[in-house]
């Protein structure tokens, strides 16, 4: 483990360098500005659904009988928006973890890369359209597990369990595949894949705990967060796209130098390696 304990401090000063910075308003603005225009025009169309949806499925008895029993009653007005909140959230967090991977990772790559591994060969055994399909097939299966989950946010430590195993999973299957496209060829990224797999979600499990925070936030703050809500939704975005970044520089240090690794050992030991 001191390979992932090496690449999270190298990850941790390049978080404070002013080009990532920067470099984390990108996709937010993108993001934003995207949302900006689907929440002006669809927010209240899907408030009205919501509601009907609760009118014709009786839900309302449900949630008021659960709130006054737990002694929130005061909530009932709350049921709809925040409904409406959890179902924003997830799609948000794809268009951003999208952008991340048009915008800020190429960035990234060029910046380890650059500064800590000039010498290592470009093999480009991965692709743009094949990062966008992995975030894309990931999230999908994502998504239905976080739907699944919800009612799990009644109790925050179930929720922030389940939370972070699940952004464990999708950011060990994105990011690994991004940080290795550029250098290393597809052999190499199966192999890395394959030999570093428990590294690699242990990474995983640590930014997906860190993933879990704005989820319980906004479980903490059911209230205001349903009140502010499009002022809420960009701060849960500005929140995930910072780990989103910070994600990508730990995975993208650590598989680059598992890859030198790799090639060392190759060089070394050619037939035991193919073997």
């Not at 967090?93 to 060969?121: D, G, Q």
């Not at 940080?179 to 052999?187: G, K, N, Q």
């Not at 704005?214 to 009140?227: C, D, K, N, R, T």
């Not at 809420?232 to 598989?255: E, G, H, R």
């Amino acid at each position: 483990m001191r390979a992932v304990a090496n690449a999270y401090g190298r990850a941790v000063l390049s978080q404070l360098h002013g080009r990532m910075l920067i470099l984390s308003a990108v996709p937010l603005l993108l993001s934003l500005l995207l949302w900006g225009v689907v929440l002006y025009f669809g927010l209240q169309p899907l408030m009205d659904w919501l509601h009907a949806s609760f009118v014709d499925y009786d839900i309302f008895r449900s949630t008021s009988s659960w709130l006054d029993s737990i002694g929130l009653g005061f909530l009932k007005s709350l049921v709809v928006p925040f409904f409406a909140l959890l179902l924003l959230l997830p799609l948000m967090i794809l268009t951003a973890l999208l952008f991340m991977n048009v915008a800020a990772m190429p960035v990234i790559v060029r910046h380890v890369s650059s500064r800590h591994y000039p010498k290592l060969e470009m093999k480009r055994g991965g692709s743009l359209l094949g990062g966008l399909g992995a975030a894309v097939s990931s999230f999908m299966v994502f998504i239905v597990i976080w739907l699944a989950t919800l009612p799990l946010y009644i109790l925050p430590p179930l929720a922030m369990v389940s939370s972070a195993c699940l952004w464990g999973w999708l950011t060990s299957r994105v990011m690994s595949y991004d940080a290795l496209a550029d250098h290393a060829s597809v052999e190499e990224r199966h192999t890395i894949q394959r030999e570093r797999r428990w590294e690699l979600l242990v990474i995983g499990l640590v930014s997906g705990a860190a993933g879990a925070l704005p989820p319980l936030l906004m479980a903490g703050g059911a209230v205001l967060a349903v009140v502010f809500l499009p002022l809420f939704l960009a701060l849960m975005m500005w929140l995930y796209v910072l780990i989103f970044i910070f994600t990508a520089l730990w995975f993208q240090y650590y598989c680059l130098e598992a890859l030198a690794q790799l090639r060392a050992r190759t060089a070394a030991n050619p037939i035991e390696v193919n073997a």
